[in-house]
């Protein structure tokens, strides 16, 4: 079988099913460069949206001579590597309900390719779990794993943008309680997640928090205003660390003198 590479909004982590064949760890075992180059893909079959872990952007171009086909139910161009060799419209569902008799009954065989997926898988998990047991603190990322334990069967999770999918992409690992995971991609990323969350949570469809930045929390703070017009009921856990801590990711980290300014923009608010 192939290793399903399972992007936090994809709705595969979150739900019960046999895991064997899911790979939530690679946004960081995908950082390193000799795992990287051991493990060349002959095919990849993408289905939605890129997922949200640039390592695995890298792998993907890295191995662009792989033969790359991506499924997009929304009739849009989600292929920012340029290196697809077929991209159809289609509705996945459909699309996988129409291809299964072709695949035929015999039992699924789990391939030494797929194999040493899982032992990476399991690898990392294990070495983040421990690490986060080791650390007494909370940090961005330690939140998220204590969400994964604390939240309960039929929660709702809505993710921020910037830092707070990236940190719920390597943190949040999936397991046996269904918990729905929810969060907007796009270019304007930080503004309009409170509003989104509140709109999902007033679905009632099951307790609902969501984990954002002080500053999406803080352009979109308007938003509150719902939940005393509509009575909604949510749990805001704010990841405040005073600014945009993903920019510190980029080269203009290194001018101390506008960086901050320009970028970090912190508020000081409390």
């Known amino acids: 079988g192939f290793p399903i590479l399972a992007d936090p909004l994809s709705g595969l982590r979150g739900v019960p099913h046999d895991h ?12 390193d460069a ?11 079959l993408r289905i939605g949206a890129m997922p949200v872990a640039k390592p695995l952007l890298l792998y993907l171009q890295r191995h662009g001579s792989a033969h790359q086909i991506v499924i997009d139910g929304d009739g849009g161009w989600n292929e920012p590597t340029l290196l697809a060799a077929e991209l159809l419209h289609a509705d996945a569902r459909l699309l996988c309900e129409a291809l299964l008799p072709a695949l035929g009954t015999a039992a699924p065989r789990t391939s030494e390719w797929a194999r040493s997926w899982q032992a990476a898988q399991r690898a990392t998990r294990a070495a983040i779990d421990a690490h986060m ?35 719920l992409d390597t ?42 930045g002080d500053l999406s929390f803080y352009h979109d703070s308007n938003g509150l205003l719902a939940t ?15 600014g945009g801590g993903i920019f510190s990711f980029l080269p203009q980290a290194a001018d101390p003198e506008h960086f901050e300014a320009l970028f970090g923009t912190p508020t000081g608010l409390d």
Do not use: C
């Open 20 to 31: 064997a064949l899911i790979v939530d760890s690679y946004d960081a075992f995908l950082r």
């Open 34 to 44: 000799a795992w990287v180059e051991r493990y060349a893909p002959d095919l990849v």
């Open 133 to 167: 047991r080791a650390i007494d603190g909370l940090f961005e990322g330690k939140v998220f794993a204590e969400l994964r334990e604390l939240l309960p069967e039929g929660a709702l999770l809505y993710a921020g943008n910037s830092m707070p999918i990236r940190d």
């Open 171 to 212: 943190f949040f690992a999936g397991g046996e309680r269904a918990v729905r995971l929810l969060g907007n991609r796009g270019a304007n990323g930080i503004d309009g997640v409170v509003s989104s969350a509140l709109g999902a949570a007033a679905a009632g469809q099951g307790p609902t928090v969501l984990a954002i």
């Open 228 to 242: 005393k017009l509509h009575q909604i009921d949510a749990t805001i856990v704010l990841l405040n660390n005073d």
